[in-house]
Nanobody, 121 residues
Framework: VQLQASGGGLVQAGGSLRLSCTASGLTFSSYSMGWFRQAPGKEREFVAGISRSGGTPYYPDSVKGRFTVSKDNALYLQMNSLKPEDTAVYYC??????????????????WGRGTQVTVSS
């Protein structure tokens, strides 16, 4: 299984970006999926999850109402109203064991290479 995140870039505060995660060796309907991010000097943190069926998306309070996760033949993260504190490397991850996407990074079996998101003030 290989995952690849893309779509990052430099955007001004208040702007939007859409991240994508493509996969080889994996069927998205068989995995719950998560998005995580890691800023310099900080722990990798959960920012969005979506269940195996594609329903029940959920988010931490820090991004709720601004980020939207979805999946079909790829995984997406629509990020609106971006803030400088959203600056980080964003990663997608896949978990085969859970119906609903876990929040703990240790529960995920597969990780993609990250994509950098930089939000300028």
């Amino acid at each position: 299984v290989q995952l690849q995140a893309s779509g990052g870039g430099l955007v001004q505060a208040g702007g939007s970006l859409r991240l994508s995660c493509t996969a080889s060796g994996l069927t998205f309907s068989s995995y719950s999926m998560g998005w995580f991010r890691q800023a310099p000097g900080k722990e990798r943190e959960f920012v969005a999850g979506i269940s195996r069926s594609g329903g029940t998306p959920y988010y931490p309070d820090s991004v709720k109402g601004r980020f939207t996760v979805s999946k079909d033949n790829a995984l997406y993260l629509q990020m609106n109203s971006l803030k400088p504190e959203d600056t980080a490397v964003y990663y997608c991850a896949a978990d085969q064991d859970s119906v609903y996407a876990p929040r703990r990074k240790s529960d995920y079996e597969y990780w993609g290479r990250g994509t950098q998101v930089t939000v300028s003030s």
